[in-house]
C-alpha cells in the first residue's frame, strides 16, 4: 500500500508565515479541526498516516496555509483509498 508520507516532503520543510497567532484564528481552528480528525483516523483505522499526522500536529498552535493544504493533502489521499477495507463474513462464504 502506498504511502501518504514519504520523508522529504514538503510538511517537514514548509515555512512559517509570520503572521501572528492573534490574527489567524480561523484559520488555527479549522486546522485544528482538521489535524485532530486525522489524528484519530490514524489512531482507529489508518496507521499509515501517522507520521504524517504527528508532523503536521507540531503545528497546532501556529500553523501557515501551507500547513493547512498539506493536511487537505492526507484527507484527500485518503479519499483516493475509501473503497479499499477488509471485509468480514460469516460462515466461510468469501463471495
Known amino acids: 500500500m502506498k504511502s501518504c508520507y514519504q520523508s522529504g516532503i514538503s510538511i517537514d520543510t514548509i515555512t512559517k508565515d509570520g503572521v501572528p497567532v492573534e490574527e489567524k484564528q480561523e484559520l488555527v481552528k479549522k486546522y485544528q479541526k482538521l489535524v485532530g480528525g486525522l489524528n484519530w ?41 475509501k473503497y479499499c477495507g477488509i471485509r468480514f463474513t460469516q460462515g466461510g462464504d468469501f463471495a
Open 41 to 81: 483516523v490514524s489512531l482507529c483505522t489508518r496507521p499509515e498516516i501517522t507520521t504524517a499526522v504527528r508532523l503536521l500536529s507540531r503545528h497546532n498552535r501556529d500553523p501557515s496555509e501551507g500547513h493547512y493544504k498539506a493536511a487537505i493533502h492526507v484527507l484527500k489521499w485518503l479519499g483516493t483509498w
